[in-house]
């Protein structure tokens, strides 16, 4: 059963940092580009940060570029986010979302594994 499991939201106030994992199940990581996204009510899922599977070139939304950096661990099968600097308008709740490819997009239909998402909450 393929299952990707986010862990690592929370409350911070502003200016301060986070660290999401996603530990990823069955064999959808292996080869394969993952990416975070993040969605606010009423909002479309946004694609925040994409790293394929060789861990080169990362892909940064504009609004998180120089804040965020996006990793993974291919022997640990986890996939982490750290946020820096976070802002009010972080707030939300991140998905992390497998591909079926190595190479990754930013259109969330491109991504048929996704987890169960985690609240950020950023006080201001």
């Known amino acids: 059963q393929v299952q990707l499991v986010e862990s690592g939201g929370g409350l911070v106030q502003a200016g301060g940092s986070l660290r999401l994992s996603c530990a990823a199940s069955?064999?959808?990581?292996?080869?394969?580009?993952m990416a975070w996204f993040r969605q606010t009510p009423g909002k479309e899922r946004e694609c925040v940060a994409i790293l394929n599977w060789f861990g080169t070139i990362p892909y940064y939304a504009d609004s998180v570029k120089g804040r965020f950096t996006i990793s993974r661990d291919n022997a640990k099968n986890t996939l982490y986010l750290q946020m820096n600097s976070l802002q009010s308008e972080d707030t939300a709740v991140y998905y992390c979302a497998a591909s079926a490819a190595t190479i990754g997009s930013s259109i969330a239909t491109n991504y048929p594994f996704w987890g169960q998402g985690t609240q950020v909450t950023v006080s201001s």
């Open positions: 069955g064999r959808i990581f292996s080869g394969h580009a």
